[in-house]
């Protein structure tokens, strides 16, 4: 029988455009089995995530949950567990860490703050630092969400921990398991679809340096989806690869057709025209539905440089 993510791979389809949208990730460690809804559905208490979610809900914060590569034994409680926060925005994107002894300190959060980029509340609350390490390498393994999750991220999580690269972790849902195994490295927020261990390596050396590999990426999380498509396009017109160099000035438009302005450090900006169309023939966008459909793809039909204008005098 045949996978979502093998029918996705040979239907060669494009990927651009397909990242999970989030200013800012909460990211928990919990380890042990997870179910579809992991922050309801695993050893974590469900009161705790239903209102953890509550929380989050339209502040632009995404919350999953984390744990190390390898076997999952239905393990005891943690004395202690990693917690990290991470904001996308390009010229403040940052990541910071801390280990909380109980969970629900979590709650004591000003959610709405962590979304427009401020830490304090996350160091204040739970006596976080700067990440002292490298970047994260977040690989989405959640079988019970998708089992091409498991199939495909679950070996490449573990490739990568038996490799010792740093910052790696095993992680609940990026969204579009048709392109496992998914990535999402943080700080940057940056996702990427169909890795593979040595794509990987390159990624997060290129992330050491404040660099962006485009090849094989979804977008970044700190825009909408058109806003991904059209940023990757003018990385790839431009040949602009710095991390914190472009963002998304504004969106025009709505489904299917939006004029997407894409502004550099240095005054430059682009106008790109992006469309939605449908990945086609129809076929089942998960292993765990037989409803046939065409997912949403992201086409850029152009994309032009504008002029900018020089003061006189």
Request: contains cysteine.
């Amino acid at each position: 029988m045949s996978t979502c993510s093998t029918a996705s791979r040979e239907l060669d389809e494009p990927i651009a455009g397909t990242a999970a949208t989030a200013r800012t990730w909460l990211l928990l460690e919990q380890p042990g089995p997870w179910g579809a809804d992991a922050l309801t559905s695993s050893h974590l208490d469900p009161a705790l995530g239903r209102a953890l979610e509550a929380a989050a809900k339209g502040t632009g914060v995404r919350i999953a949950l984390i744990r190390r590569p390898g076997r999952h034994a239905d393990c005891g409680t943690l004395t202690t567990r990693q917690v990290y926060a991470a904001h996308t925005a390009p010229g403040n994107a940052w990541l910071h860490s801390a280990s909380a002894y109980d969970p629900r300190a979590l709650l004591d959060l000003d959610f709405a703050a962590l979304g427009r980029g401020e830490h304090h509340t996350f160091d204040s609350a739970l006596g976080a630092r700067p990440h002292a390490g490298g970047p994260l390498a977040l690989v989405c393994t959640n079988g019970k969400r998708d089992r091409c999750c498991a199939l495909l991220g679950r070996p490449l999580a573990a490739e990568l921990a038996a490799s010792e690269v740093e910052g790696v972790w095993e992680v609940t849902h990026l969204g579009g398991h048709r392109f496992s195994p998914t990535l999402l490295v943080l700080p940057y927020g940056y996702a990427y679809g169909r890795a593979q261990a040595h794509a990987v390596k390159e990624i997060l050396h290129g992330v050491q340096e404040g660099r962006i590999v485009v090849e094989k990426c979804r977008g970044s999380s700190a825009w909408e989806r058109p806003g991904q498509a059209a940023e990757l396009a003018v990385r790839t017109t431009a040949r602009e690869y710095a991390a914190d160099a472009l963002s998304v000035v504004r969106t025009d438009g709505s489904a299917p057709c939006w004029e997407v302005t894409v502004g550099h450090t240095d005054g430059r900006q682009w106008r790109v025209v992006v469309a939605q169309g449908a990945s086609l023939p129809p076929r089942p966008e998960s292993c765990g539905t037989s409803i046939l459909g065409s997912p949403a793809r992201m086409e850029v039909l152009a994309v032009h440089e504008l002029r900018t204008t020089v003061p006189v005098g």
